[in-house]
């Protein structure tokens, strides 16, 4: 009986092994579904190579005097925001709701590490060990991926970086200590409760002292733990206290989302009003 039951696992794995290299065959024997291109870039600020996922706008041509907005996406991981953000942009280019734009999704090795600043609460050392190299990304966006888009591709001096929870508190500390880096800004649920909320409570300082700033930021959030509203509305406070008529503001809460599904819709709506003519 033992005997018979081991030949038929043995049976069952062959059956198993045959039907997905069968699977993998057909994979491998159907045209490939192009919708971008993957570049690798070796980063001296980080000490490792990055992926870039990067789709390129219907009737991109390297060799045409036309140029493209550039909308840099963190968590852009193909298995994570940027085939979603590609994926709007390319549907609201159909529809000419914004201008054709090259999309450049950042791959994690680990956001943890490259969204956060270093952080004086012991909870936030505790839970995530790894944080706390935000200077070094923000370096590696500057010196190194942007040169590297401008170079490569056709783009614009329009740029915008979208971040959603910690790519919401990277957004906000480039926002408030590299602005140049992005013309744009599309800040989303962002854990601004990070450090005892410093990051935040200080902003009011930058927007107060930089009032001929020249941006616009879009931030948004949906139905979610209270502190993540508070924390917002003190960045949105601070923006509009500082009575800078070059900052244009938009601040959309989306209730009927939460923090897992809130992106997508958040987005559409900031391209569309970002776009407004």
């Known amino acids: 009986m033992k005997k018979k039951s ?30 971008g291109v993957i570049e690798k870039i070796n980063s001296k600020e980080l000490s490792e190579e990055r992926v870039l996922n990067i789709y390129l706008p219907q009737g991109y041509n390297a060799d045409s005097l036309a140029t493209y907005p550039t909308i840099y996406v963190l968590d852009g991981s193909a298995h994570e925001d940027f085939p979603h953000i590609a994926g709007l942009v390319q549907f609201m280019n159909m529809y000419n709701l914004m201008p054709k734009s090259i999309v ?34 923000i370096k590696f966006i500057e010196n190194e991926l942007q040169p590297y888009i401008q170079k490569n591709y056709k783009t614009t001096a329009r740029k915008t970086i979208i971040g959603q929870s910690m790519g919401g508190l990277l957004a906000t500390e480039i926002l408030t200590t590299k602005a140049h880096l992005f013309t744009d800004y599309i800040i989303v649920s962002p854990s601004l409760w990070w450090d005892h909320q410093k990051l935040v409570n200080k902003a009011h300082l930058f927007f107060n002292k930089h009032k001929d700033l020249n941006k616009k930021v879009f931030i948004s959030l949906g139905k979610e733990h209270p502190v993540m509203h508070q924390v917002a509305d003190k960045l949105v406070q601070a923006i509009k ?4 008529r070059k900052i244009t503001l938009f601040y959309e809460p989306i209730l009927d989302e939460d923090h897992a599904t809130i992106l997508h819709k958040a987005v559409y709506n900031a391209f569309k009003a970002l776009n407004k003519n």
């Not at 059956?15 to 024997?29: E, P, Y």
């Not at 206290?241 to 800078?244: F, I, K, L």
């Open 6 to 35: 081991i030949l038929i696992l043995i049976a069952i794995y062959l059956f198993n092994s045959s039907l997905k290299a069968q699977n993998n065959n057909s994979i491998q024997n159907k045209e490939v579904f192009p919708f």
């Open 104 to 137: 450049v999704g950042i791959a994690n090795i680990d956001r943890y590490r490259d969204f956060t600043y270093p952080s004086t609460d012991p909870r936030d050392k505790k839970d995530l060990p790894t944080g706390g190299g935000s200077e070094k990304f």
């Open 241 to 244: 206290e500082a009575n800078n």
